[in-house]
């Protein structure tokens, strides 16, 4: 192809972009951001997808089948887990203006430099193999477009003078356009809209290009997947390849370093932290992201096989299959997409990579570096520095990334090179994860693991790779260094099971973790770590930038024109005037009343400061000019702990209130029961002295009449007597059954209980009052069920039950009474009294079983007849009523389970309760009716 | 000693043993004597031959005596009311007083006292038709009270 053509098209790509870069900034500035959008957010997360996905996976997959998969199984189950972890790493960099992986760190254990740089170091260092890695592919691809696929792999293409001058010319572009693209804008805010646009623009654009080159491969080339499948079937060395053959550890660590990789890689960090602009967003990215994974590598696959039955093994570099297949068949237009979409994921990686490693290079190791002879010569813009400091830092990065192409990468494969730097950023995961949940992770704790993490990737992971270029010998990395075995970079321990990735990431994760764990616990924390520490770990349970303000870091002596200048220089006049009004009107205060800066004040202008330089660099710069109030550890964690302390103590209290509240109540309801009850007691005292006073006032009488007059006719005498008689017996009567029922409300043993034919005990209850039926000349109707089974029950009991019903019903009666024993289908016992007389009112009758409630005064009795009654058929487990009987009058029944008294419960055989000599014999059953009472 | 000008007493009871032997008794000291079973006929004997006083049971089968007693007073001339009650509670008798009964007499009575506070109700409603006021007896007639002006 004519190289004018691929310049031209490839320049006017990049043109493109940057017109997307720049619409998005045009929009941004006036407020009609088109970055506040989930899809945006969700499509600018797939910068993830490199040129390693769109030429590397296809190369992984002809060599090692479904292998190329782990890298994308861990984002998608990180993108699953993302809306806890992420969704607390996105707020809390929102609140501390959060500007870099770098920053976070640093600010999470006390705005610390050293960890800063040495983050920013690591990133670095984890990264330049990455970008060469894009370089590569992009000066491959460019050299494939130029010969053709003729050109047999890169291992040769490498030490072509083309090779060096393509890629040099790959360099000095991309760096072209890593600086106009992040480094345009002289205000240095944390945000860049435009680029976020234009990356989720060339997310699109390298999806299509990679669907289309699949799609014409499956579809044009071959006759469908099923073809392709079965012809790659047919060649045992791709028919392996859709088996899973590689180790499930190998694949587990693949999984993890992936899982890391999407949250810790710098540039992921970037578009999903920091551009970040709603928190809502997260939740469609959740699904999204991995929606275009699936969709990116449905085709990586068919096209391994194409290009492997195409070319054969070994004779075309399987990285550039997606490349090479268009070439070879003649499709020119469709190569040109396809270089496109290489150099379009290509060229977003660099960006965004180059973008947030020169930030953390400029805020966390250049400024904390200069900052203080910046300060001190008075430098009047500071932001002009910075920028120039992250211009240089993109220039240095990428040719570090040349460097290190031209030194080493042209041996490796893509995808290895790749995992080299996802395991070099996986080293900052214990750092991160650990300062997210656990408040005891210290500084030094994070310091240490680093290092020691990073010591062991390099050891196991680049170093080798670096053999082949000489600076390190072979022998040490095939026999270990001086000969010792068990310290081989790829081997340690003797650990060869794994696969290098593998095995480094084991070793340096369990170095790192160890470390970071063992130190941590050891404590050693400052002041500002223990209140870094509180924010970020409990960020959401903290509800606004006020809460800590208890905490005093700073002394309230600083002029505010002095921070006010300090701000101006970093941020310009403008800035820093929207700023500072923006910030009274919040706390609503006088912009001019404010002489001396307070601690929320100074604490905001550094969180300002922050948003340019990192958190480091802003505390150093506000520490310069405000004046630092000594507190203590001690006095911090004394704060802390009694703050929480008052929390828990109003918590405590709280709850004792409420507690005490439902108590009251509680003794409320029951003093209105204890009093509705004494209430009951006192009318049922009352009404038991009335029956009782009224037999002693006759008798009382009627002795004094008879004592005061003794000439009275032995007619009268008698007469008296007999009734001072009556009314004695009446009484013992009435306390006989006062006591009868207190026995039975108080529960009478069982042991009164013996087995009770039921229709023998009717009868004889029936035939008792035989003679004073006879008298009334009432007519008994007697029905009586003869299969009733005899039954366990207090004979005495209940046969007083059926003499009160019956004398009940004979004392009202107009000349019928009714007698019914019949058994219920549903295994009761009925026994019903009725009668013919006048009833009893359907309101009064719940009220006939209440002690002392004569619903009929006029009848003489002691109200206590039909209580007794049921007093005695609830112990027995029954229930008794009153209804209307079928002649008018009323008609009580009581009703008996059969089945719990049908046996002996207690085991006693005997069917006589008499026979029991201990037994206290009730009241005399049949004195019920002889004053008959009908409640 | 039964002359024409002897007070009549009405006694009001549903127990039947109590009614005999107070109407035995007022007999004995020359009264002439009514009986009423329950409130209603009570109020209606009254209505038709007014009594001088009543002897009045306070629990009775159709109502309570207080009412029977409110209706007593509201009679042109109203008899003296003795309340009987076998019940005994300071409140009832606090309330009897306080409707209008002359005397609250607590169930079983000596027969001696109770004839001494009837004799003693029907003299003081003499004086009172003479001018005079005098305390009445409480209860049994052994204590002075003075229901009218000062319940307690």
Same mark, same amino acid.
């Given at each position: 192809m004519a190289p004018w053509l691929i310049v031209v098209t490839a320049g006017? !790509?990049?043109?493109?972009?940057?017109?997307?870069?720049?619409?998005?900034?045009?929009?941004?500035?006036?407020?009609?951001?088109?970055?506040? #959008?989930? &899809?945006?957010?969700?499509?600018?997360?797939?910068?993830?997808?490199?040129?390693?996905?769109?030429?590397?996976?296809?190369?992984?997959?002809?060599?090692?089948?479904?292998?190329?998969?782990?890298?994308?199984?861990?984002?998608?189950?990180? =993108? =699953?887990?993302?809306?806890?972890?992420?969704?607390?790493?996105?707020?809390?960099?929102?609140?501390?203006?959060?500007?870099?992986?770098?920053?976070?760190?640093?600010? %999470?254990?006390?705005?610390?430099?050293?960890?800063?740089? +040495?983050?920013?170091?690591?990133?670095?260092?984890?990264?330049?193999?990455?970008?060469?890695?894009?370089?590569?592919?992009?000066?491959?691809?460019?050299?494939?477009?130029?010969?053709g696929p003729s050109a047999s792999g890169l291992a040769t293409a490498g030490d072509s003078a083309a090779f060096v001058r393509t890629s040099l010319g790959v360099t000095a572009v991309m760096a072209l356009f890593a600086i106009l693209?992040?480094?345009?804008?002289?205000?240095?805010?944390?945000?860049?809209?435009?680029?976020?646009?234009?990356?989720?623009?060339?997310?699109?654009?390298?999806?299509?290009?990679?669907?289309?080159?699949?799609?014409?491969?499956?579809?044009?080339?071959?006759?469908?997947?099923?073809?392709?499948?079965?012809?790659?079937?047919?060649?045992?060395?791709?028919?392996?390849?859709?088996?899973?053959?590689?180790? &499930?550890?190998?694949?587990?660590?693949?999984?993890?370093?992936?899982? +890391?990789?999407?949250?810790?890689?710098?540039?992921?960090?970037?578009?999903?932290?920091?551009?970040?602009?709603?928190?809502?967003?997260?939740?469609?990215?959740?699904?999204?992201?991995?929606? !275009?994974?699936?969709?990116? #590598?449905?085709?990586?696959?068919?096209?391994?096989?194409?290009?492997?039955?195409?070319?054969?093994?070994?004779?075309?570099?399987?990285?550039?299959?997606?490349?090479?297949?268009?070439?070879?068949?003649?499709?020119?237009?469709?190569?040109?997409?396809?270089?496109?979409?290489g150099l379009s994921a290509a060229t977003g990686m660099v960006i965004v990579e180059c973008v947030a490693l020169s930030t953390m290079v400029s805020n966390d190791l250049v400024l904390p570096l200069i900052l203080r002879q910046t300060l001190d010569r008075r430098d009047p813009d500071v932001g002009r520095l910075l920028l120039?400091?992250? %211009?240089?830092?993109?220039?240095?990065?990428?040719?570090?990334?040349?460097? !290190?192409?031209?030194?080493?990468? +042209?041996? =490796?494969?893509?995808?290895?090179?790749?995992?080299?730097?996802?395991?070099?950023?996986?080293?900052?995961?214990? =750092?991160?994860?650990?300062?997210?949940?656990?408040?005891?992770?210290?500084?030094?704790?994070?310091?240490?693991?680093?290092?020691?993490?990073?010591?062991?990737?390099? !050891?196991?992971?680049?170093?080798?790779?670096?053999?082949?270029?000489?600076?390190?010998?072979?022998?040490?990395?095939?026999?270990?260094?001086?000969?010792?075995?068990?310290?081989?970079?790829?081997?340690?321990?003797?650990?060869?099971?794994?696969?290098?990735?593998?095995?480094?990431?084991?070793?340096?994760?369990?170095? #790192?973790?160890?470390?970071?764990?063992?130190?941590?616990?050891?404590?050693?924390?400052?002041?500002?770590?223990?209140?870094?520490?509180?924010?970020?770990?409990?960020?959401?349970?903290?509800?606004?930038?006020?809460d800590d303000t208890a905490l005093r870091l700073w002394r309230a002596d600083t002029p505010v024109d002095t921070v006010r200048s300090l701000l101006e220089r970093f941020l310009g006049v403008e800035r820093t005037q929207t700023a500072l009004a923006a910030h009274c009107a919040q706390r609503k205060i006088e912009p001019g009343s404010m002489r001396y800066a307070d601690e929320e004040l100074i604490e905001f202008a550094e969180r300002l400061l922050a948003g340019t330089t990192g958190a480091a660099s802003a505390h150093v710069a506000l520490a310069s000019v405000a004046t630092r109030e000594p507190v203590s550890v001690h006095e911090v964690v004394h704060l802390l702990d009694e703050t929480s302390r008052v929390l828990a103590t109003s918590r405590e209290l709280e709850d004792k209130s409420r507690q005490l509240e439902d108590a009251s109540a509680r003794l409320r309801e029951a003093n209105k029961q204890l009093r509705a009850l004494d209430r009951l007691k006192d009318d049922f005292l009352a009404t038991m002295a009335h029956e009782l006073r009224t037999p002693l006032t006759s008798i009382r009488s009627f002795t004094e009449i008879l004592h005061d007059n003794p000439d009275l006719s032995l007619e009268e005498r008698q007469r008296f007597l007999s009734i001072v008689l009556k009314e004695n017996e009446r009484l013992t009567r009435l306390i006989g059954q006062i006591l009868d029922l207190a026995k039975i409300e108080a529960g009478e043993s069982a042991a009164t209980r013996g087995a009770v034919d039921l229709v023998e005990l009717v009868h004889e209850a029936v035939d008792s009052i035989a003679r004073l039926v006879e008298e009334r000349g009432v007519s008994v109707a007697l029905r009586v069920d003869d299969e009733t089974p005899i039954l366990w029950l207090d004979r005495d009991r209940i046969l007083q039950v059926l003499l009160n019903l019956l004398s009940n019903a004979l004392k009202w009666s107009d000349g019928w009474i009714g007698v019914d024993l019949s058994l219920e289908p549903d295994g009761h016992v009925l026994v019903a009294v009725a009668d013919d007389g006048p009833g009893i009112a359907e309101d009064d009758r719940p009220r006939v079983f209440e002690k002392f409630r004569q619903v009929d005064g006029s009848a003489p009795g002691t109200g206590l007849g039909l209580p007794i009654c049921r007093g005695i058929v609830e112990s027995h487990g029954g229930t008794i009523w009153i209804e209307t009987s079928e002649r008018g009058g009323a008609r009580v029944t009581f009703r008996l389970p059969l089945d719990d008294l049908s046996s002996d419960p207690a085991g006693l055989a005997t069917a006589d309760p008499t026979a029991d000599p201990t037994a206290d014999p009730p009241a005399d059953p049949t004195a019920t009716f002889e004053g008959p009472s009908h409640g | 000693m039964a002359e024409p000008e002897m007070p009549k007493v009405l006694v009001v009871d549903d127990e039947p043993n109590i009614v005999l032997s107070l109407e035995f008794l007022l007999r004995q000291e020359g009264y002439r004597v009514e009986v009423a079973r329950d409130g209603d006929e009570a109020l209606r004997r009254a209505r038709a031959e007014p009594p001088d006083l009543v002897l009045l049971d306070v629990m009775l089968p159709d109502c309570s005596g207080f009412d029977v007693c409110r209706h007593l007073r509201d009679l042109q001339p109203a008899p003296r009311v003795i309340l009987l009650t076998a019940r005994g509670r300071s409140v009832e008798r606090l309330r009897g007083l306080e409707l209008g009964a002359d005397r609250y007499v607590t169930k079983p009575f000596s027969t001696r006292d109770l004839m001494a506070v009837i004799r003693e109700t029907l003299q003081s409603d003499r004086l009172e038709q003479d001018g005079l006021e005098q305390d009445g007896l409480e209860q049994d007639g052994l204590e002075q009270d003075s229901p009218k002006s000062d319940p307690s």
């Amino acid at each position: 192809m004519a190289p004018w053509l691929i310049v031209v098209t490839a320049g006017g !790509y990049l043109g493109l972009l940057f017109a997307v870069a720049w619409w998005g900034d045009r929009r941004a500035e006036r407020g009609r951001s088109l970055v506040a #959008n989930p &899809w945006v957010y969700a499509l600018s997360l797939a910068v993830y997808c490199t040129a390693w996905t769109f030429y590397g996976s296809v190369g992984r997959a002809a060599t090692d089948g479904v292998g190329f998969l782990p890298i994308y199984l861990g984002p998608t189950l990180t =993108a =699953a887990l993302s809306l806890l972890v992420l969704r607390k790493i996105v707020r809390i960099s929102k609140r501390e203006r959060i500007t870099s992986i770098a920053d976070f760190v640093a600010s %999470r254990y006390g705005k610390s430099r050293a960890l800063g740089a +040495l983050v920013t170091v690591i990133a670095v260092l984890g990264v330049v193999p990455y970008i060469a890695l894009q370089l590569k592919a992009v000066a491959v691809s460019f050299l494939l477009m130029l010969d053709g696929p003729s050109a047999s792999g890169l291992a040769t293409a490498g030490d072509s003078a083309a090779f060096v001058r393509t890629s040099l010319g790959v360099t000095a572009v991309m760096a072209l356009f890593a600086i106009l693209f992040g480094t345009r804008h002289l205000d240095l805010t944390e945000r860049h809209e435009g680029l976020v646009l234009a990356v989720a623009f060339e997310s699109v654009v390298k999806l299509v290009a990679f669907l289309a080159v699949g799609v014409w491969v499956t579809y044009s080339l071959f006759a469908g997947p099923s073809d392709l499948f079965a012809r790659a079937e047919a060649v045992p060395d791709l028919a392996r390849l859709m088996r899973f053959e590689g180790s &499930w550890g190998t694949w587990s660590w693949m999984v993890v370093v992936s899982m +890391l990789a999407i949250l810790f890689l710098p540039r992921q960090f970037q578009v999903a932290v920091v551009e970040n602009v709603d928190e809502a967003h997260l939740e469609r990215a959740a699904w999204l992201f991995p929606l !275009y994974l699936l969709v990116i #590598n449905l085709f990586v696959l068919p096209i391994a096989f194409a290009g492997s039955l195409r070319f054969g093994t070994g004779s075309v570099d399987a990285d550039t299959f997606v490349l090479s297949l268009p070439l070879a068949e003649g499709q020119e237009a469709l190569a040109l997409l396809v270089f496109l979409g290489g150099l379009s994921a290509a060229t977003g990686m660099v960006i965004v990579e180059c973008v947030a490693l020169s930030t953390m290079v400029s805020n966390d190791l250049v400024l904390p570096l200069i900052l203080r002879q910046t300060l001190d010569r008075r430098d009047p813009d500071v932001g002009r520095l910075l920028l120039t400091v992250r %211009r240089v830092s993109i220039l240095v990065i990428l040719g570090l990334g040349q460097l !290190y192409l031209l030194a080493t990468a +042209l041996e =490796a494969s893509l995808v290895s090179v790749g995992l080299i730097s996802f395991a070099a950023v996986a080293q900052l995961a214990p =750092a991160i994860l650990g300062g997210l949940y656990w408040r005891g992770a210290t500084r030094r704790g994070a310091l240490v693991a680093l290092i020691a993490g990073v010591v062991v990737w390099g !050891y196991t992971l680049p170093l080798p790779t670096l053999s082949t270029t000489g600076w390190v010998s072979a022998s040490w990395v095939d026999a270990g260094p001086f000969g010792v075995g068990w310290l081989r970079p790829t081997a340690l321990f003797g650990l060869d099971a794994l696969d290098p990735i593998a095995h480094s990431m084991f070793w340096s994760l369990l170095v #790192n973790v160890g470390c970071f764990i063992a130190v941590s616990s050891r404590g050693g924390r400052s002041a500002l770590e223990v209140r870094q520490a509180r924010r970020f770990v409990d960020v959401f349970r903290q509800t606004g930038p006020g809460d800590d303000t208890a905490l005093r870091l700073w002394r309230a002596d600083t002029p505010v024109d002095t921070v006010r200048s300090l701000l101006e220089r970093f941020l310009g006049v403008e800035r820093t005037q929207t700023a500072l009004a923006a910030h009274c009107a919040q706390r609503k205060i006088e912009p001019g009343s404010m002489r001396y800066a307070d601690e929320e004040l100074i604490e905001f202008a550094e969180r300002l400061l922050a948003g340019t330089t990192g958190a480091a660099s802003a505390h150093v710069a506000l520490a310069s000019v405000a004046t630092r109030e000594p507190v203590s550890v001690h006095e911090v964690v004394h704060l802390l702990d009694e703050t929480s302390r008052v929390l828990a103590t109003s918590r405590e209290l709280e709850d004792k209130s409420r507690q005490l509240e439902d108590a009251s109540a509680r003794l409320r309801e029951a003093n209105k029961q204890l009093r509705a009850l004494d209430r009951l007691k006192d009318d049922f005292l009352a009404t038991m002295a009335h029956e009782l006073r009224t037999p002693l006032t006759s008798i009382r009488s009627f002795t004094e009449i008879l004592h005061d007059n003794p000439d009275l006719s032995l007619e009268e005498r008698q007469r008296f007597l007999s009734i001072v008689l009556k009314e004695n017996e009446r009484l013992t009567r009435l306390i006989g059954q006062i006591l009868d029922l207190a026995k039975i409300e108080a529960g009478e043993s069982a042991a009164t209980r013996g087995a009770v034919d039921l229709v023998e005990l009717v009868h004889e209850a029936v035939d008792s009052i035989a003679r004073l039926v006879e008298e009334r000349g009432v007519s008994v109707a007697l029905r009586v069920d003869d299969e009733t089974p005899i039954l366990w029950l207090d004979r005495d009991r209940i046969l007083q039950v059926l003499l009160n019903l019956l004398s009940n019903a004979l004392k009202w009666s107009d000349g019928w009474i009714g007698v019914d024993l019949s058994l219920e289908p549903d295994g009761h016992v009925l026994v019903a009294v009725a009668d013919d007389g006048p009833g009893i009112a359907e309101d009064d009758r719940p009220r006939v079983f209440e002690k002392f409630r004569q619903v009929d005064g006029s009848a003489p009795g002691t109200g206590l007849g039909l209580p007794i009654c049921r007093g005695i058929v609830e112990s027995h487990g029954g229930t008794i009523w009153i209804e209307t009987s079928e002649r008018g009058g009323a008609r009580v029944t009581f009703r008996l389970p059969l089945d719990d008294l049908s046996s002996d419960p207690a085991g006693l055989a005997t069917a006589d309760p008499t026979a029991d000599p201990t037994a206290d014999p009730p009241a005399d059953p049949t004195a019920t009716f002889e004053g008959p009472s009908h409640g | 000693m039964a002359e024409p000008e002897m007070p009549k007493v009405l006694v009001v009871d549903d127990e039947p043993n109590i009614v005999l032997s107070l109407e035995f008794l007022l007999r004995q000291e020359g009264y002439r004597v009514e009986v009423a079973r329950d409130g209603d006929e009570a109020l209606r004997r009254a209505r038709a031959e007014p009594p001088d006083l009543v002897l009045l049971d306070v629990m009775l089968p159709d109502c309570s005596g207080f009412d029977v007693c409110r209706h007593l007073r509201d009679l042109q001339p109203a008899p003296r009311v003795i309340l009987l009650t076998a019940r005994g509670r300071s409140v009832e008798r606090l309330r009897g007083l306080e409707l209008g009964a002359d005397r609250y007499v607590t169930k079983p009575f000596s027969t001696r006292d109770l004839m001494a506070v009837i004799r003693e109700t029907l003299q003081s409603d003499r004086l009172e038709q003479d001018g005079l006021e005098q305390d009445g007896l409480e209860q049994d007639g052994l204590e002075q009270d003075s229901p009218k002006s000062d319940p307690s």
